[in-house]
T-cell receptor
Framework: DAGITQSPRYKITETGRQVTLMCHQT?????MFWYRQDLGHGLRLIYY???????DKGEVPDGYVVSRSKTENFPLTLESATRSQTSVYFC???????????FGSGTRLTVV | AQKVTQAQTEISVVEKEDVTLDCVYE???????LFWYKQPPSGELVFLIR??????QNEISGRYSWNFQKSTSSFNFTITASQVVDSAVYFC????????????FGKGTRLSVIA
Protein backbone atom coordinates (compact mmCIF):
# COMPACT_ATOMS: atom_id res chain seq x y z
CA ASP A 1 0.00 0.00 0.00
CA ALA A 2 1.17 3.51 -0.77
CA GLY A 3 1.89 5.69 2.19
CA ILE A 4 4.33 6.49 4.92
CA THR A 5 4.99 3.89 7.59
CA GLN A 6 6.88 4.06 10.83
CA SER A 7 8.22 1.16 12.83
CA PRO A 8 8.02 0.13 15.52
CA ARG A 9 4.79 1.68 16.81
CA TYR A 10 5.91 1.22 20.41
CA LYS A 11 9.37 0.75 21.86
CA ILE A 12 10.75 0.50 25.35
CA THR A 13 14.49 0.73 25.72
CA GLU A 14 17.01 1.22 28.47
CA THR A 15 19.14 4.26 29.12
CA GLY A 16 22.36 4.13 27.17
CA ARG A 17 21.18 1.76 24.47
CA GLN A 18 21.17 2.61 20.80
CA VAL A 19 17.79 2.51 19.12
CA THR A 20 16.72 3.16 15.54
CA LEU A 21 13.30 4.31 14.46
CA MET A 22 12.38 3.52 10.89
CA CYS A 23 10.45 5.60 8.38
CA HIS A 24 9.53 4.43 4.89
CA GLN A 25 7.51 6.21 2.23
CA THR A 26 6.32 4.84 -1.08
CA UNK A 27 5.73 8.07 -3.00
CA UNK A 28 9.36 8.99 -3.74
CA UNK A 29 8.81 12.31 -2.04
CA UNK A 30 11.94 14.43 -1.98
CA UNK A 31 11.55 15.81 1.52
CA MET A 32 11.39 13.89 4.75
CA PHE A 33 11.23 15.11 8.32
CA TRP A 34 11.50 13.82 11.89
CA TYR A 35 9.57 15.50 14.70
CA ARG A 36 9.18 14.72 18.36
CA GLN A 37 6.00 15.51 20.27
CA ASP A 38 6.11 16.33 23.96
CA LEU A 39 3.43 17.71 26.23
CA GLY A 40 3.65 21.47 26.37
CA HIS A 41 6.00 21.69 23.40
CA GLY A 42 3.92 20.63 20.45
CA LEU A 43 5.92 19.11 17.61
CA ARG A 44 9.56 20.05 17.31
CA LEU A 45 11.78 19.33 14.34
CA ILE A 46 14.73 17.02 14.93
CA TYR A 47 16.20 16.56 11.43
CA TYR A 48 15.05 16.83 7.87
CA UNK A 49 16.23 15.81 4.45
CA UNK A 50 15.72 17.43 1.05
CA UNK A 51 16.92 14.41 -0.93
CA UNK A 52 19.02 11.27 -0.60
CA UNK A 53 22.33 12.04 1.10
CA UNK A 54 21.21 15.56 2.08
CA UNK A 55 20.23 16.11 5.69
CA ASP A 56 20.01 19.11 7.98
CA LYS A 57 19.49 19.79 11.65
CA GLY A 58 16.30 21.04 13.11
CA GLU A 59 15.45 22.62 16.43
CA VAL A 60 16.39 19.69 18.70
CA PRO A 61 19.06 17.52 16.98
CA ASP A 62 21.31 16.69 19.94
CA GLY A 63 21.53 12.99 20.67
CA TYR A 64 20.09 11.95 17.31
CA VAL A 65 21.64 10.78 14.05
CA VAL A 66 19.95 10.41 10.67
CA SER A 67 20.89 9.03 7.31
CA ARG A 68 19.21 8.89 3.94
CA SER A 69 20.91 6.56 1.53
CA LYS A 70 17.68 5.87 -0.34
CA THR A 71 14.91 8.34 -1.13
CA GLU A 72 12.24 6.19 0.49
CA ASN A 73 13.91 5.61 3.86
CA PHE A 74 14.83 8.05 6.60
CA PRO A 75 15.87 6.24 9.80
CA LEU A 76 16.40 8.11 13.06
CA THR A 77 18.97 6.74 15.51
CA LEU A 78 19.33 7.57 19.16
CA GLU A 79 22.98 6.81 19.76
CA SER A 80 22.73 6.50 23.54
CA ALA A 81 19.16 6.86 24.69
CA THR A 82 18.34 9.11 27.64
CA ARG A 83 15.12 9.45 29.61
CA SER A 84 14.62 12.93 28.14
CA GLN A 85 14.22 11.27 24.76
CA THR A 86 11.05 9.58 25.89
CA SER A 87 8.57 10.98 23.42
CA VAL A 88 6.33 10.32 20.46
CA TYR A 89 8.24 10.54 17.19
CA PHE A 90 6.61 11.43 13.91
CA CYS A 91 8.05 11.07 10.46
CA UNK A 92 6.66 13.10 7.56
CA UNK A 93 7.27 13.48 3.86
CA UNK A 94 6.39 16.12 1.31
CA UNK A 95 6.54 16.53 -2.40
CA UNK A 96 8.21 19.40 -4.20
CA UNK A 97 5.23 19.98 -6.40
CA UNK A 98 2.23 19.74 -4.14
CA UNK A 99 3.46 21.38 -0.93
CA UNK A 100 1.57 18.82 1.09
CA UNK A 101 2.94 17.09 4.15
CA UNK A 102 1.92 13.57 5.16
CA PHE A 103 2.69 12.15 8.55
CA GLY A 104 3.29 8.60 9.67
CA SER A 105 1.35 7.12 12.58
CA GLY A 106 4.11 7.83 15.06
CA THR A 107 6.43 5.80 17.30
CA ARG A 108 5.95 5.99 21.03
CA LEU A 109 9.39 5.57 22.60
CA THR A 110 9.93 5.08 26.31
CA VAL A 111 13.43 5.17 27.76
CA VAL A 112 13.68 3.61 31.21
CA ALA B 1 12.60 33.34 12.60
CA GLN B 2 9.22 31.76 12.22
CA LYS B 3 6.91 31.27 15.14
CA VAL B 4 3.38 30.01 15.68
CA THR B 5 1.46 30.82 18.84
CA GLN B 6 -1.64 29.02 19.99
CA ALA B 7 -2.46 30.85 23.18
CA GLN B 8 -5.31 28.54 24.18
CA THR B 9 -3.86 25.45 25.80
CA GLU B 10 -7.19 23.78 26.55
CA ILE B 11 -10.79 24.58 25.68
CA SER B 12 -13.88 22.80 26.91
CA VAL B 13 -17.29 23.31 25.30
CA VAL B 14 -20.68 21.67 25.47
CA GLU B 15 -21.85 19.83 22.39
CA LYS B 16 -23.49 22.03 19.73
CA GLU B 17 -21.64 25.13 20.86
CA ASP B 18 -19.43 26.98 18.39
CA VAL B 19 -15.75 27.23 19.24
CA THR B 20 -12.85 29.20 17.75
CA LEU B 21 -9.24 28.13 18.01
CA ASP B 22 -6.76 30.96 17.71
CA CYS B 23 -3.51 30.92 15.79
CA VAL B 24 -1.07 33.81 15.48
CA TYR B 25 2.09 33.50 13.40
CA GLU B 26 5.30 35.37 12.81
CA UNK B 27 7.37 35.26 9.64
CA UNK B 28 9.53 37.58 7.57
CA UNK B 29 8.59 35.87 4.34
CA UNK B 30 6.01 37.43 2.07
CA UNK B 31 5.10 34.01 0.71
CA UNK B 32 4.28 31.27 3.17
CA UNK B 33 1.82 28.48 3.87
CA LEU B 34 -0.41 27.96 6.88
CA PHE B 35 -1.82 24.65 8.00
CA TRP B 36 -4.17 23.13 10.54
CA TYR B 37 -3.86 19.54 11.73
CA LYS B 38 -6.10 17.52 14.01
CA GLN B 39 -4.74 14.90 16.40
CA PRO B 40 -7.55 12.72 17.78
CA PRO B 41 -7.05 10.50 20.85
CA SER B 42 -5.77 7.73 18.57
CA GLY B 43 -2.67 9.87 17.99
CA GLU B 44 -2.34 10.28 14.25
CA LEU B 45 -2.03 13.71 12.65
CA VAL B 46 -4.86 14.50 10.28
CA PHE B 47 -4.44 17.26 7.72
CA LEU B 48 -7.32 19.75 7.71
CA ILE B 49 -6.32 22.70 5.54
CA ARG B 50 -3.45 24.46 3.77
CA UNK B 51 -3.62 28.13 2.85
CA UNK B 52 -1.02 30.21 1.04
CA UNK B 53 -0.30 33.78 2.01
CA UNK B 54 -1.75 35.25 -1.16
CA UNK B 55 -5.17 33.76 -0.61
CA UNK B 56 -6.99 35.61 2.14
CA GLN B 57 -10.40 34.22 1.31
CA ASN B 58 -12.07 32.53 4.21
CA GLU B 59 -12.78 28.87 3.71
CA ILE B 60 -15.66 26.74 4.86
CA SER B 61 -15.77 22.98 4.84
CA GLY B 62 -18.90 21.61 6.45
CA ARG B 63 -18.86 22.63 10.10
CA TYR B 64 -15.27 23.87 9.83
CA SER B 65 -14.26 27.35 8.77
CA TRP B 66 -11.01 29.26 8.69
CA ASN B 67 -10.43 33.00 8.95
CA PHE B 68 -7.09 34.18 7.54
CA GLN B 69 -6.16 37.79 8.28
CA LYS B 70 -2.72 38.96 7.20
CA SER B 71 -3.23 42.33 8.91
CA THR B 72 -3.23 40.61 12.30
CA SER B 73 -1.10 37.59 11.30
CA SER B 74 -3.84 35.24 12.37
CA PHE B 75 -5.33 32.06 10.96
CA ASN B 76 -8.19 31.13 13.25
CA PHE B 77 -10.24 27.96 13.06
CA THR B 78 -13.92 27.77 13.97
CA ILE B 79 -15.98 24.65 14.53
CA THR B 80 -19.70 25.26 14.30
CA ALA B 81 -22.12 23.11 16.28
CA SER B 82 -19.33 21.11 17.88
CA GLN B 83 -19.63 17.35 18.33
CA VAL B 84 -17.97 14.91 20.69
CA VAL B 85 -15.95 13.55 17.74
CA ASP B 86 -14.31 16.96 17.44
CA SER B 87 -12.49 16.33 20.72
CA ALA B 88 -8.81 16.37 19.81
CA VAL B 89 -5.63 18.41 19.90
CA TYR B 90 -5.47 20.90 17.07
CA PHE B 91 -2.20 22.23 15.71
CA CYS B 92 -1.58 25.30 13.61
CA UNK B 93 1.62 25.25 11.52
CA UNK B 94 3.60 27.44 9.14
CA UNK B 95 6.09 26.78 6.34
CA UNK B 96 8.24 29.13 4.32
CA UNK B 97 7.89 30.20 0.72
CA UNK B 98 9.09 27.02 -0.92
CA UNK B 99 6.38 25.03 0.78
CA UNK B 100 8.65 22.08 1.40
CA UNK B 101 10.67 23.55 4.21
CA UNK B 102 9.97 22.10 7.64
CA UNK B 103 6.67 22.93 9.26
CA UNK B 104 6.88 25.06 12.37
CA PHE B 105 4.11 24.06 14.76
CA GLY B 106 2.29 25.82 17.52
CA LYS B 107 2.02 23.99 20.83
CA GLY B 108 -1.51 22.91 20.10
CA THR B 109 -4.94 23.46 21.63
CA ARG B 110 -6.71 20.57 23.32
CA LEU B 111 -10.44 20.75 22.62
CA SER B 112 -12.85 18.76 24.74
CA VAL B 113 -16.45 18.61 23.60
CA ILE B 114 -18.78 17.43 26.35
CA ALA B 115 -22.03 15.69 25.55
Amino acid sequence: DAGITQSPRYKITETGRQVTLMCHQTWSHSYMFWYRQDLGHGLRLIYYSAAADITDKGEVPDGYVVSRSKTENFPLTLESATRSQTSVYFCASSDRGTYGYTFGSGTRLTVV
Amino acid sequence: AQKVTQAQTEISVVEKEDVTLDCVYETRDTTYYLFWYKQPPSGELVFLIRRNSFDEQNEISGRYSWNFQKSTSSFNFTITASQVVDSAVYFCALSEASGNTPLVFGKGTRLSVIA
